[in-house]
């Protein structure tokens, strides 16, 4: 129930910071529709963004948690807070230097990322200038991970799950002054700044509330910070294969013409919700639990956390994929077909969302598979599987761009997320303590037939709804219909119980 409590409340609030990340979107395509400004500042965002989930939320936290929840098991908070409060001076010791070297080097960080930019000067020129005001928001948002990072491993999950919100409202109250300041990309830019700010002192306000003692001390480069890193040197790459591939698609959907990088983007955005709410909740609150079972060696208790994980995982992950399959137009069409996002640049965004959703269930698995790694600070078995994924990324995505265009790239990152959870599952079936059990593999075959189910139903709502109802109402009736669909399905085929709930609920509410 522990388990169920955190992920429940990870996810609700990533769901709550979803929806307003949709009204941002929606706002931005209407704003910024699909072009060269758009290609810009998305560029812009992808940079530190990437940066922060590969290193700070990616490599960072899934090697100081578990050492700092080790010291917490061991040693007590006082060794433990001061190990963490060491580890924050490290961490602005380190990223206030490269922050300043990369706003100098921007130019030719620019040209790496999107060399498809040099042969077009607006692009190119605007991507440097927004690049420069967003940059800085990867060392406020690494200090603010630190500090989250701290906050889970002493099960207080709400304050770093809330945090992505403060972003989304910083981003939609931008838009808003965007007249005044020029241009929405140049507005933009200044709102992911200001978001960096905001959420960093978000933070500092929740540690202090939770009277978690850190103090600034100077860096000491002692034993501890260098396991930390490292454990984080291959975490790099391990952590955050993901968001390598997707920021590889950056790098190739760059040499296309404009509009792919917006393409990608919007679709993407869409394919987040899922893997935001329920990859993000399951990481964020197995990786600590876990870290914990293995240290006290209750290999029981980490097979438990393992297997209702993935149960987890892939009871929202299906559903989700085989929707996008069926209804991607509508969904695309409802949020964002309006202002300068024109019907073209629907079909274009629904059919890489299709592709993307290939390889949905197995990204959201892989942060299970990946715990498993991390909790025995292993980080060296992930980054192996993920270079070779990342590798096979790129060449399936250069190969076919030659004939599908942009859809290829979508492609090639489905195959490689499920080409990267095969290679894991073959590694971990091999440990102690973290096989499958029987519930694991009947809810799995149930939920793919309720999931198979729910697919078939709404290509008929399609037929049956899509020329009476304008894309909006449709997107609404057919997300209700395919909800209703499923969980009928999963309560039908018992893959949940109603007990179950029951007892949850009840529970929680004493």
């Avoid at 961490?91 to 990369?102: D, G, K, N, Q, Y």
């Avoid at 290509?459 to 609404?476: C, E, I």
């Amino acid at each position: 129930m522990k388990l169920v409590k955190a992920m429940a409340t990870v996810a609700g609030l990533t769901g709550l910071s979803r929806i307003f990340g949709f009204i941002r979107d929606i706002m931005m395509a209407a704003v910024l529709g699909v072009g060269p400004i758009a290609d810009a500042f998305f560029v812009a965002l992808k940079l530190p963004n990437f940066f922060r989930r590969v290193t700070a939320e990616g490599a960072f936290s899934v090697s100081f948690i578990p050492l700092y929840t080790e010291k917490l098991e061991k040693d007590g908070t006082g060794e433990a807070d001061q190990f963490a409060s060491n580890a924050f001076a490290v961490m602005l010791a380190v990223l206030v230097p490269f922050t300043i070297l990369c706003l100098w080097v921007m130019p030719w960080i620019i040209y790496a990322i999107a060399p498809g930019f040099s042969e077009d000067p607006v692009r190119y020129n605007l991507a440097v200038e927004l690049s420069r005001v967003t940059f800085p928001y990867l060392l406020l948002m690494s200090l603010t991970a630190l500090l989250g990072g701290v906050l889970n491993a002493r099960n207080r999950f709400a304050p770093f799950a809330a945090a992505p919100i403060l972003f989304n409202l910083c981003l939609i109250a931008a838009l808003f002054v965007s007249p005044a300041i020029g241009s929405a990309g140049h507005a933009l830019a200044w709102g992911v700044f200001a978001a960096g700010i905001v959420q960093f002192l978000w933070l500092v306000y929740s540690i202090q509330r939770a009277k978690v003692r850190l103090t600034f001390v100077m860096p000491k480069f002692g034993a501890d910070i260098k396991k930390l890193f490292k454990l984080m040197g291959p975490g790099v790459i391990g952590a955050g294969v993901v968001h390598i591939n997707l920021f590889a698609d950056l790098i190739i959907a760059s040499l296309l013409p404009a509009g792919a990088i917006s393409y990608l983007y919007y679709a993407d955005r869409l394919n987040q919700l899922p893997l935001g709410m329920v990859g993000i909740a399951v990481g964020t609150a197995l990786l600590p639990m876990l870290s914990k079972a293995v240290a006290a060696s209750n290999m029981d208790e980490a097979r438990h956390l393992f297997n209702r994980s993935l149960e987890v995982c892939f009871l929202f992950s299906l559903p989700a994929a085989f929707a996008f399959f069926a209804v991607a137009p509508e969904l695309i069409s409802g949020l964002f077909q309006r202002g300068a996002f024109e019907a073209h640049d629907s079909s274009m965004t629904a059919t890489v969302l299709m592709l993307y959703a290939i390889g949905l269930p197995a990204y959201i698995a892989v942060k299970v598979f990946s715990s498993v790694f991390w909790s025995q600070q292993d980080t060296m078995t992930p980054v192996k599987i993920s270079i070779l994924c990342t590798i096979l990324n790129i060449v399936i995505a250069l190969s076919l761009i030659r004939f599908i265009g942009v859809f290829g790239i979508a492609l090639a990152t489905g195959i490689a997320g499920w080409v990267q959870l095969i290679l894991m599952h073959l590694r971990v079936r091999t440990m102690d303590g973290f096989s499958f059990d029987d519930r694991f593999k009947r809810a799995f075959v149930r939920m793919l037939v309720c999931s198979s189910l729910m697919y078939f139903v709404l290509k008929w709502g399609v037929m049956m709804l899509g020329d009476h109802l304008a894309p909006v109402p449709l997107m609404v009736a057919l997300v209700f219909l395919g909800a209703g669909i499923y969980g009928l399905g999963i309560l039908r085929f018992r893959v949940i119980q109603v007990q179950d709930l029951k007892q949850y609920f009840i529970k929680n509410r004493r």
